[in-house]
């Protein structure tokens, strides 16, 4: 059960001070990752700021990053943690880095190629001239430094791999940008049965609309195919909120291309007649992005 465990247990158990992060040393992520569960607001907002400064620092990752991502995820997936949806959301920026939707369907082994020509050692050594600000006087270590920073980013992808499950179940959440948020984590990962399902299930009332709209959009990114998500996304092209519709509209055109039913491109078409946006939890392109995007893949930008 979500919050039956303690989400730090084996946090002292990691040797923080033997990894590096963007400043150093990462001896100060544990009392960040404990800050987490302050009741205090404002010491919340400041442990995810000083994290996100140190362990995803300008979109790179660092030796720490890929350590820090499990205690993330049960973070939030412990209902009394406070700023959930703000716990996945700097998740998602340690798993994923600064990756735009045009990177999706993303496949990590492209992109994380380079990852391979570099070892543990050589990684650490990097790491520590990096912090010590020396990196540009060796030049045989700073030739090592892009390969290391895509071996770090390739870590933090795949310790977020491990908990696809978590982001599955918070699809359920009464919180329409937790469940968001998690709707979008799923796009980057291969999809199994249960995410299927999951994205499928999400409801498409008032309440969650922004939830099902972020689920939409990770559908029509989806390689897999599927007659019951298009279906689904067909029946949605009806639905009473008009995020809902403009983005199950969205998701077919990238799925189905020409083979669009006639009904989805007069969603886009009114939606873009309109000038109807909207912002999805999880999303940096705005709805009117997805629009004019689907229309210009169907030639009609």
């Known amino acids: 059960m979500a919050g039956s465990a303690d989400p730090l247990a084996g946090l002292d158990q990691v040797p923080w001070g033997s990894l590096h992060h963007a400043y150093g040393p990462a001896t100060d992520v544990p009392g960040q990752l404990r800050a987490l569960r302050s009741a205090d607001a404002p010491t ?4 995810r700021s000083e994290l996100s400064g140190t362990v995803h620092h300008q979109g790179t990752r660092w030796e720490a990053s890929r350590h ?31 990756r735009r939707d045009d990177a999706l369907p993303f496949d990590p082994r492209r992109a994380f190629a380079a990852a391979d020509g570099i070892t543990d050692d050589q990684a650490t ?17 700073a030739g090592l430094a892009g390969d290391a920073a895509v071996r770090w980013a390739a870590d933090a992808f795949h310790a977020g791999a491990r908990h696809t499950d978590r982001y599955v179940r918070w699809l359920a959440e009464p919180d329409p940008q937790l469940a968001g948020h998690a709707a979008e984590l799923l796009a980057w990962f291969a999809p199994d049965e249960a995410a299927l399902a999951g994205l499928v299930a999400v409801p498409a009332d008032g309440a969650h609309a922004a939830a099902r709209a972020s689920a939409n959009l990770t559908l029509g990114h989806c ?7 298009d279906a689904r996304l067909s029946r949605l092209l009806s639905a009473n909120t008009a995020v809902v519709r403009v ?32 912002e999805v939890p999880g999303w ?18």
Do not use: K
Request: aromatic share 2%; charged share 30%; proline share 4%.
């Open 284 to 301: 940096d392109r705005s709805v009117r992005g997805f629009v004019a995007l689907a229309l210009h893949r169907l030639g009609l930008g």
């Open 223 to 229: 390689p897999v195919d599927s007659a019951r998500t």
């Open 125 to 141: 050594l990097v790491a520590r001239h990096l912090a010590a600000g020396d990196l540009c006087e060796h030049d045989e270590v």
């Open 247 to 278: 983005t199950a509209a969205v998701a077919l055109a990238r799925r189905l291309g020409d083979r669009l039913p006639d009904r989805a491109l007069d969603v886009l078409v009114e939606a873009r007649g309109a000038d109807f946006d909207a």
């Open 68 to 98: 820090v991502v499990p205690f993330l995820a049960a973070l939030a997936d412990d209902p009394t943690t406070g700023d959930r949806a703000e716990v996945v959301g700097l998740l998602r920026a340690v798993v994923l880095g600064d």
């Open 44 to 47: 919340r907002s400041r442990a």
